[in-house]
């Protein structure tokens, strides 16, 4: 029976006008980044000498180097908290069925309807306070705090869709309810965890407006926030900034191809909890 009609057909040209549709800024942003700047043609045109000399001139003329270590400290301390922190949350709010568990659920929840713009000015009081401004460990306590509801979020909804059998097994054995956490549910966990990775790693490393407020005014700056000045400063040279951007873009998106598989499984586990 040949199922391929009129209406795959009309799926499969939406996919393909879709995909070109997101796809054509990709194009530009590549395609200027790796243009000679005497080159004026089109931007749409492809380029027939692609050089790499921009990328140099915005590493070494964007000062790139410390931004790009800065945002990696950030994210990779930020992402760690988060993740063990809202793991270790989510086991219990989990697999415990009383009323304080739901309660305390609903309570994380609304962590997620909250917008974090209406305690910016209280947090950055708390930091000042703490001297902590123009400090990157500013972002680490900031990030820690506001991605763990909806990480614990995917979290609750992955381990609501697993058997508790196994942990049942291995508190039988002997076990407490730690080391079963540690030696059973955990290894369970890969496919959520590198969801909850990538889009806490996407959302910490695109930051413009955080990083801009506590870390303005010191030389410790992240990625967004150095090339938003280099944009101020070579404002006429778009290939010199298309370079910065694709350099910035590099990071985040290697990590993604790495666990493309294990993302794609665990917002499947999600969606079924």
């Not at 243009?35 to 692609?50: G, N, V, Y």
């Not at 506001?146 to 508790?164: D, E, I, N, S, W």
């Not at 990775?197 to 490393?205: I, S």
Request: glycine share 8%; hydrophobic share 55%.
């Amino acid at each position: 029976m040949n199922r391929y009609g009129r209406r795959t057909l009309a799926l499969e040209l939406a996919m393909i006008a879709g995909a070109l549709f997101v796809a054509f800024p990709v194009y530009v942003l590549v395609n200027l980044a790796v243009r000679p700047t005497a080159d004026t043609s089109s931007p749409i045109s492809p380029t027939t000498s692609p050089t790499l000399d921009n990328f140099t001139q915005a590493w070494q003329q964007g000062a790139l180097g410390g931004a790009l270590a800065n945002s990696v400290l950030v994210t990779v301390c930020s992402v760690v908290i988060v993740l063990a922190v809202s793991s270790l949350a989510a086991y219990p709010l989990a697999r415990v069925t009383a009323h304080w568990a739901r309660g305390t659920y609903l309570l994380v929840l609304l962590g997620l309807a909250l917008p974090f713009q209406l305690a910016s000015l209280p947090l950055y009081q708390t930091m000042r306070d703490m001297g902590l401004l123009g400090s990157p460990w500013a972002l680490v306590l900031f990030y820690s705090g506001l991605q763990v509801p909806f990480t614990v979020f995917l979290y609750v909804g992955f381990l609501r869709a697993l058997p508790p059998d196994f942990e049942d097994a291995a508190l039988i054995d002997g076990c407490t309810p730690l080391q079963g956490f540690r030696y059973v549910v955990l290894p369970m966990l890969k496919p959520v965890t590198a969801t909850a990775l990538v889009l806490n790693t996407v959302a910490v490393w695109n930051d413009f407006f955080t990083p801009l407020l506590y870390l303005s005014g010191s030389a410790q700056q992240t990625l967004p926030v150095a090339i938003a000045g280099f944009v101020g400063q070579y404002v006429t040279d778009w290939n010199l900034i298309f370079a910065a951007l694709v350099i910035s873009v590099l990071p985040v998106l290697l990590l993604y191809f790495l666990l493309q598989r294990s993302i794609i499984n665990g917002f499947a586990g999600g969606l079924k909890g």
